[in-house]
């Protein structure tokens, strides 16, 4: 546990530069080992979204997994510890190969910079929080997207990854409004 608060608070470090300074970078180092090796690097980047009409902010997180521990249990945990701590909804996170990207709101990477401190100067660990609801989406690419953790559309509009057994969650009401207006 003090290793993933440990995460938490180099994330909401580097979520307080990456606001002013646009990018940051932390080291997250092996829990137990003597020397406290290195596990991985992570860099966050914060943009402001360039599409017309669009008022958005954009999220970066890219990691560089040391070599010695790429496929482990222990980078995985990190790579959830980190993802987690930005943003803990597990429908949020686009990815490609060792990086995810998220959109929001202008400030909401700042409240959340400050809300993971307070988890942390808690000692509490953020909540994963999996998906809520099963939306409908296209077909095309829908396994591809799945074992390679990219984001599909759902007809509500919202971006997800595939990642969840959607037949245990309710649907999505605006996936299915918008289902129930397709032609027959």
């Keep these: 546990m003090q290793w993933r608060l440990e995460i938490q608070r180099l994330t909401a ?9 646009k990018s940051a970078r932390f080291q997250v180092r092996h829990p137990a080992a003597q ?3 290195v596990v991985g690097t992570w860099t966050v980047e914060i943009s402001v979204s360039n599409e017309p009409g669009l008022d958005a902010e954009d999220c970066f997180v890219s990691a560089h997994i040391e070599p010695n521990f790429i496929g482990t249990n222990l980078a995985w945990q990190m790579r959830r510890a980190v993802l987690n701590a930005l943003c803990p909804f597990d429908q949020a996170w686009d990815r490609y190969k060792e990086t995810y990207s998220n959109i929001s709101e202008p400030g909401w990477w700042s409240e959340r910079a400050a809300a993971v401190r307070q988890y942390v100067e808690r000692g509490e660990l953020v909540e994963w929080r999996p998906g809520q609801a099963k939306h409908y989406c296209h077909r095309k690419d829908l396994a591809s997207s799945t074992i390679n953790g990219a984001a599909v559309r759902g007809m509500c509009g919202v971006f997800f990854v595939p990642t969840q057994d959607h037949d245990k969650l309710p649907m999505c009401p605006e996936c299915a409004d918008a289902h129930d207006q397709l032609p027959g």
């Design 13 to 21: 470090d580097a979520l307080d530069l990456a606001k002013d300074h």
């Design 35 to 37: 020397p406290r090796h």
